[in-house]
């Protein structure tokens, strides 16, 4: 089977298994919130990350006042967060350009998103696909193993993943794609010891084929 048509094919399974494929972070539809939960969101559960901000963002409403901050406050605020001192300086030097550059606003080109402190390109195409509706692929841990395991990637590289899975999901399903993903990180294909037997996806995963015969 051709990778396109695989992709085809996974992407067809993964919107069964989820019908309504929603991001984790509790962002309540608003543009800057997501961008500093998705900063703060590295090596961290979403779980700790929604925690957290139900405070922050009452202590530190907008990106002004994130900017405005003393450092020390930001890391109270933060500091059940892991590496939260570079994370706090990450939100106030962030939210420092978005105010002087941006006006305050979350840009949406991936080379203006680039310039913000603690925005990668994973986090960019989170942000451009959320909240603008323009596709990308977000090249988290989980979708580089599952990209890998089926055979869609290489399994490593996020850039590389980023690039083969661009071409190979439609630009308006990407963003719900790597949502389903992430769930199906947690719930099936997990790192250290993948569900196969219960996978919908086993008979188009390479990894399967390869290991389990
Ligand atoms: S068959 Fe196993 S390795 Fe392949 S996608 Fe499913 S859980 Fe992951």
Redesign the pocket.
Known sequence: MKNKQKAFAVLTELKQLYPSPECGLHWQGEPYRLLIMAILSAQCTDARVNLVSETLFKRFPTPKDMADAELSDIEKEIHSVGLYRSKARSLKECCSRLVEVYGGIVPSEMEELLTLRGVGRKVANLLRGDIFGLGGIVADTHCIR?AG??GLAGGKDPLETERSLEKLIPKEEQSGFCHRIVH?GRE???ARS???EN????G??D??KQN?G
Do not use: G, N
């Open positions: 599952i395991r089926l199906f099936i294909c997990i993948p569900k196969c996978c919908v996806l086993s188009l995963c990894y399967k389990k």
